[in-house]
């Protein structure tokens, strides 16, 4: 294991760095990545990340104008000596105090050096900084997700008026989020887990 920023320290950095939300891995001058926002033109790139993926079924493949609409929840992970895109992830807001965490991926060369963990708590904070204090998610990546503090739960931890009104959304992820019968198919074999912030 290297000196790779984890959870705790990408945290403290990111509820300092709110306003550019520019957090790198290892110190400053040693950096191996660079966690920010995405832009509009990381949309190919992430596109190109979740493929293999999508194709093993592991992820929901997402059409390009999803990922524009809700770029403003992205955050994508630079190389720091070749500007790629070489991680992503996502925050979506659900209800007043809960959210949810989405296409997190990291590219299979860079598998294992801290990145996803780095990425989540830089999403977990961006939730702490909303006010959401509740984060789920759906996923076979179970191990990790334990790791970084998730547990599983059965079902969609919502009380029944606001489980009403969320089936008003036209979200794709809420759905599933839902269990609804129209998209079952997409979620089979994934588990559901949350963390209380
Ligand atoms: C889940 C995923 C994002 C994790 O990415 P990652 O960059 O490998 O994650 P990390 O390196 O932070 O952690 C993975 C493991 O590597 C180990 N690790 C972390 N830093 C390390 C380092 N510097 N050296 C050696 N091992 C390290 C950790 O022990 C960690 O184990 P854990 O998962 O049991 O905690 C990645 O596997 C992925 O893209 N999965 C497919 C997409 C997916 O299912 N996403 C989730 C649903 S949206």
Known sequence: MDDG???????????TQETSEVLSGRAERDREYVIRPARTSDVSAVVELMAPLVDQRVLLGKEKVTLFESIQEMLVVEAADSAEVIGCGSLHVMWEDLAEVRTLVVRD????RGVGHAILAALLERSRALGVHRVFC??????????????????????PDVYAELLRSSDEGVAEFLELARVKQNTLGNTRMIIHL
């Open 138 to 159: 759906l996923t076979f990546e179970t191990e990790f997700f334990s790791r970084c503090g998730f547990s599983v739960v059965q079902e969609p931890p919502v009380e």
């Open 5 to 15: 920023l984890f959870v705790s320290d990408v945290a403290g950095t990111a509820s």
């Open 109 to 112: 060369d860079w598998l294992r």
